[in-house]
């Protein structure tokens, strides 16, 4: 019986798809896995090289190869991917990612076992980047054996687990409606399987993050209506799950990707749509009365009053 289902989410990244794949077949655990590679319909090889691993591992990996692009920034494949796993647990990896520890399996299905009240589990992770920026660690020092929901939300946006340093119990049989239209699959996962039990921490540094330009890190564009619109109605839906427990601290967090909204490249000529939410961020999001001032001045007032006030503000410096 499978102990562990693998689930690799990729989409168009022949470079490094091979790294992923074989970081999770070099795996030694003393229970059978399965290797379930989601492609969401791939244009660049990356769908022919999972089937060279299809053929070469019949066994172990299974080619999840889509008929279409499900979209949402790859939520869609792992949903599709994750009906097929029949492991008691799952592993997740993005396919320009790869594991670094053989034993990491063994290691979080171990955790799981020992630990019946927690629903994930995930370890620390080397961050790399494509630009060349030095690498780091995900996490320091100061983690936490466990984490709660109390500790997923707050008015930033949190993040502080891996994809790939990620071990789930396969315990959602159905996701709710809302997920699917998330284009962050982490963050909404995150919290409902933290309803469900406690998030463990391993120390010990097992997978790579690498940011690239392929990367769906690089795909969230703050500068974009539609991502931006996504955000908010994603913390809508987290708000609405957790029955508005946490409903002063998210309408802080989404009130922050209406401040963003304020300069999207969609709206940079659009006056009204600008003061509207410019209203919204200030109704929401409460600023202090520095940010407030500044905000009014850029965004609600009309531009010919703005230069009017400046020139007020000027006078006394030109006498």
Known sequence: MIKVSVLIITYNQQKFIRKAIDSALAQQTTFPIEILVGDDFSSDGTREIIQEYERQYPDKVIGVLHPRNMGKNGGINFLETLKLAKGEYYALMDGDDYWTDSLKL????????????????????????????????VNGDDMK??????????????????????????????????????????IPRLILKAKLGKIGYIPDVMSVYRKNRGGASYADNYYDETFLRNRIQMYRDINRELDFKYDRVLRKNIARYYRMMLDAKQYK???????????????????????????????????????????????????
């Open 106 to 137: 063994q290691k979080q299905a171990d955790f799981l076992d020992a630990h019946p009240d927690c629903s994930t589990v995930f370890h620390n992770a080397l961050i790399t980047y494509e630009d060349g920026t030095p690498s780091h660690l």
């Open 145 to 186: 054996p466990f984490y709660t929901v109390d500790d997923l939300i707050g008015e930033d946006e949190i993040w502080f687990m891996a994809t790939s340093s990620t071990m789930y119990r396969n315990n959602i049989k159905e996701y709710p409606a809302w997920f699917r239209e998330s284009s962050s699959g982490d």
């Open 269 to 319: 000529k659009s006056y009204f749509r600008r003061a509207y939410y410019a209203l919204k961020y200030l109704h929401m999001g409460r600023p202090q009365w520095d940010k407030t001032k500044v905000v009014i001045r850029d965004y609600v007032l009309p531009a010919p009053i703005s230069k009017l006030y400046s020139k007020i503000r000027l006078l006394p410096y030109q006498q």
